[in-house]
Each structure stands twice: as C-alpha cells, then as structure tokens.
C-alpha cells in the first residue's frame, strides 16, 4: 500500500535554530502534499498546500517565512522550522495526495518537535 | 463554508460495549467523507471513506453511512476492543478551484477499558 515516511519522528533543538522536517512518499508519486500541525488534544490545523516544482499555499495566519515548504521532487516535501522558539513546540504531520489511487490521502507518522 | 462537527470526548467504554460518535457536516456540493483514527504518538491512518450518498464505509468491524439528508456520517462499531483505543477523526474533502484539502473535525478520544 501507499506509504508516506516521515523523518525524524522526534527532535529537539535549542531556541533560535532551525529544524527541517522531511516527508517522503516512497511507493507513488505525490505531486501535492500537505503539512499539519496538531496541538495537544486538538485537531490537525492545515498550515500549508505544497505542489511539486511550485511555490507552496499558504493557509491564513501562518508564517510562510518562518514556516518554509520546499516540495523539490514528485516524492520529497521539506518542512523548515526557522528560528523555532518555544511556542513552536508542537506535532507536525504530513501527507500526501496519491492521485493513483482514488485520490487518497496517506499520513506520515509525524514529527514531534521540542524547542527549548 | 465547509466544516466538520463531532462530539466532543472523551469517551469511555468497556470491552464489547457499542460505540457512536456522531459526526455532521456543512459543505457545499457533494464531499468525500472520511474517518481517521490517531493511536498514541502516531499519525493519521484511514479507517473508512465514503465517496456519494448512501455510500457505507466499513473496515475493522467499524461502520460509517453517508447520510446527505442529515449531512451526517456517524462511525459505529458494535463491539469494542481494548486495541481500539485512539483519536477519531471525521473529515470531509473539499475541492475547488483545482486544488482541495482535507477538513478536519476536533477529534474524539475513545478509550476502552478491559
């Protein structure tokens, strides 16, 4: 089936430093994958669309500066947390839109990033 | 606009007791309807979609009915497991313009006690 790796599944960095975050479809080709961010007991907040070769979409409210989405190839979406800060601390998830099979989503595991 | 509501948790059931959570929708046109099921430090997995109405979703022994004259799409099991405790997400799929994404309710915490 359809898998979608995310890496690292945790890490924790010092105030100030970047984090890049990395998700990878490794069966199919994913022209257009999403990145999540899931507080604690809360829902997953859409933070932006990323389309293969293109710039990514940004949702409302969310820092496409200190958020940067780089979607380089059909199986590679990065998620670069720069100058994290403490209220960055939180669980990243990706996705990725598998246009082969009926357009289903696939979830990467998640990345749980602590910034201290 | 396009929104998922379901009830809020947590939920608490014992082993083999009948579990509902309800989940309705505000969408316009006809959305693909989703569950999805977060087990601890993990993330999302599909549990069951249903694609137009009347459609029924199953898998794992978990059912959810497309109803587009309540605009609902309520997950039932009959049954529950230990091992099916987790976080339920109902979802909808919205598309327009060429580009679409996946609209998230708040999720409902299931636990199932022995």
């Known amino acids: 089936g359809a898998v979608v790796s995310q890496h690292p599944s945790w890490v924790i960095c010092k105030s100030g430093t970047s984090v890049k975050i990395e998700c990878r479809s490794l069966d199919f080709q994913a022209t257009t994958m999403f990145w999540y961010r899931q507080f604690p007991k809360q829902s997953l907040m859409l933070m932006a669309t990323s389309n293969e070769g293109s710039k990514a979409t940004y949702e409302q409210g969310v820092e496409k500066d200190k958020f940067l989405i780089n979607h380089a190839s059909l199986t590679l979406s990065t998620l670069t947390v720069t100058s994290a800060h403490p209220e960055d601390s939180s669980f990243y998830i990706c996705s990725a839109l598998n246009r082969n099979r009926d357009y289903g989503y696939t979830f990467g595991s998640g990345t749980r990033l602590t910034v201290v | 606009g396009n929104s998922v509501t379901q009830m809020e948790g947590p939920v608490t059931l014992s082993e083999e007791a009948f579990l509902t959570i309800n989940c309705t929708y505000t969408a316009t046109g006809y959305p693909s309807l989703f569950w999805y099921v977060q087990y601890p430090g993990e993330g999302l997995q599909l549990l069951l979609k249903a694609t137009k109405a009347d459609d029924k979703g199953s898998n794992k022994g978990f059912e959810a009915t497309y109803r587009k004259e309540t605009t609902s799409f309520h997950l039932e099991k009959g049954s529950v497991q230990v091992s099916d405790s987790a976080v339920y997400f109902c979802?909808?799929?919205?598309?327009?313009?060429?580009?679409?994404?996946?609209?998230f309710g708040k999720g409902t915490k299931l636990t199932v006690n022995p």
């Open positions: 979802a909808l799929r919205r598309a327009q313009g060429g580009s679409e994404k996946l609209v």
